[in-house]
């Protein structure tokens, strides 16, 4: 389905085997999330999520200098930060987190604010060395209201509470260390390193891929005896697919998924 789809202005999309890239592609303005972006990575990922031959999304970037700045504060504000989290049309970045689908953030140059916080909705965060990050929100008066409800979910608070106070840099290699990003890899490595990750969780069996995604997103606030009695979706104990995998171990050979 998604090459039935023209690249959006702003957006590039690529199919590499079972992983699709989409790629943020405004370098002039360091990637802005202007609002034609933003519904354009709506659309993408609400097809993606349905696509058949997509088994890995990677939000990426075309230009080495920036993944996104983050708003494009030049386009006009009128109405547009009275609740950013209500509006009438789906929210960018629950969209991404909600792809039933893994992602991966390839993060290069400066992750600025919603920038940031689109990366921080993808479930991986893999960086180059030259990535910047930086919440800003309280330099200028806004919310983050998104990014502040993610950071204490992936990173301790005390470090999710610095970076939005202060909303000064930080560099990937402390990102890499609190744990906001799992790998970092040199600039010119950054593409083909996320490539060959993607790569090899798209090998993986998609049922089992769906309920790991399911169960930690709905599943980490409740109690473990809640949790792990959580009814999401088909099964991958009862399913084909579970049974494929034993012969195909059995056999040692490399399984081949239906996904059912």
């Not at 790629?23 to 999520?49: I, K, M, W, Y």
């Not at 996104?68 to 991404?96: F, Q």
């Not at 104990?237 to 034993?246: I, Q, V």
């Amino acid at each position: 389905m998604v090459n039935d789809l023209p690249d959006p202005v702003g957006v590039q999309v690529r199919r590499h085997g079972p992983v699709t890239w989409v790629c943020l592609d405004r370098p002039a303005q360091l990637n802005a999330l202007s609002t034609g972006v933003q519904h354009a990575l709506v659309e993408l990922f609400t097809v993606l999520d349905q696509d058949d031959d997509t088994a890995v999304v990677v939000l990426g970037t075309t230009t080495e200098r920036a993944f996104s700045a983050g708003a494009d504060l030049k386009e006009p504000s009128e109405g547009r930060w009275v609740d950013p989290m209500r509006m009438a049309h789906r929210n960018v970045y629950e969209t991404v987190f909600e792809c039933r689908k893994p992602t991966i953030a390839a993060l290069k140059g400066w992750v600025v604010g919603g920038g940031m916080e689109l990366a921080m909705a993808c479930d991986m965060r893999i960086a180059a060395e030259n990535a910047r990050f930086r919440m800003p929100e309280g330099r200028v008066g806004l919310g983050a209201n998104f990014g502040s409800q993610m950071l204490p979910r992936i990173i301790p608070w005390a470090h999710a509470f610095d970076i939005l106070y202060r909303g000064e840099t930080m560099d990937a290699e402390r990102a890499e260390r609190i744990g906001l990003v799992s790998q970092l890899y040199a600039d010119d490595q950054i593409d083909a390193k996320v490539q060959e990750i993607a790569e090899v969780i798209a090998s993986r069996a998609p049922l089992s891929l769906r309920r790991f995604k399911a169960m930690i997103q709905q599943g980490s606030a409740l109690p473990v005896a809640s949790a792990v009695r959580l009814d999401l979706g088909p099964s991958p104990y009862l399913s084909d697919d579970r049974t494929e995998g034993s012969l195909a171990f059995r056999e040692d050979r490399p399984p081949l998924w239906r996904g059912r």
